[in-house]
């Protein structure tokens, strides 16, 4: 399986900030990576595919790069709504592998 | 607007089987792929596998002789059942619309093992 080492496991911060998390994979997967957010007792909520594509609907202060095997997820003008925890995961081999997640909070 | 919602015991017994079902509204089981995921705070967020809308299935091989997927295009929905379950089966249930991205997930039900 794809190891998906996602960093920091949890980070604080304040509204207006921009956050970035990290995905590094175990192998080359090229873009098939997808970011989620998750907050407490819902479902997680797909919000980038293929590494920096936004989902409909989705603000464009979220955004997603990858440089090699490394996936970065960035928030710009952290709004209330935004502390959750966020969740990168593979889609290029079979099983779909997830990040340990990251909790942002204030 | 497709939603999701899955239904099945909240508690299970050691070496019993779990079953669940996801029942599907806003969009037709013969029309997509369609997936189930756990989360415990054990594993995280685990794939155990999907069921296309023509019957073909994939599971994680983690799983693998446990699990079975089913379809009931009749009802819309679609099931799975995991075999002799243990604690580590403990988690949260979603079902989702999708192969390998899941797009929609459902609120989730929480399953837990024990005598």
């Known amino acids: 399986d794809i190891r998906m080492t996602q960093s920091p496991s949890s980070l604080s911060a304040s509204i207006g900030d921009t956050i970035t998390i990290t995905c590094q994979a175990s192998q080359n997967i090229g873009s098939s990576v997808n970011w989620f957010q998750q907050i407490p007792g819902k479902a997680p909520k797909l919000l980038l595919y293929g590494a920096s594509t936004l989902e409909t609907g989705v603000p464009s202060r979220f955004s997603g790069r990858v440089s090699g095997t490394t996936f970065t997820f960035t928030i710009t003008n952290l709004q209330p709504e935004d502390f959750a925890t966020y969740y990168c995961?593979?889609?290029?081999?079979?099983?779909?592998?997830f990040g340990g997640g990251t909790k942002v909070q204030i | 607007q497709v939603q999701l919602r899955e239904s099945g015991p909240g508690l299970v017994k050691p070496s019993e089987t779990l079953s669940l079902t996801c029942a599907v509204s806003g969009d037709s089981v013969s029309s997509f792929f369609w997936s189930w995921i756990r989360q415990s705070p054990e594993k995280g967020l685990e794939w155990i596998g999907y069921?296309?809308?023509?019957?073909?299935?994939n599971y994680n091989p983690s799983l693998w002789g446990r699990v079975t997927m089913s379809l009931d295009t009749s009802k819309n929905q679609f099931s799975l059942d995991l075999a002799s379950v243990t604690s580590a089966d403990t988690a949260v249930y979603f079902c989702t619309r999708g192969k390998a991205t899941p797009y929609t997930w459902g609120q989730g039900s929480r399953v837990t093992v024990s005598s």
């Open positions: 995961q593979q889609y290029d081999n079979l099983p779909p592998t």
């Open positions: 069921i296309s809308n023509t019957g073909s299935r």
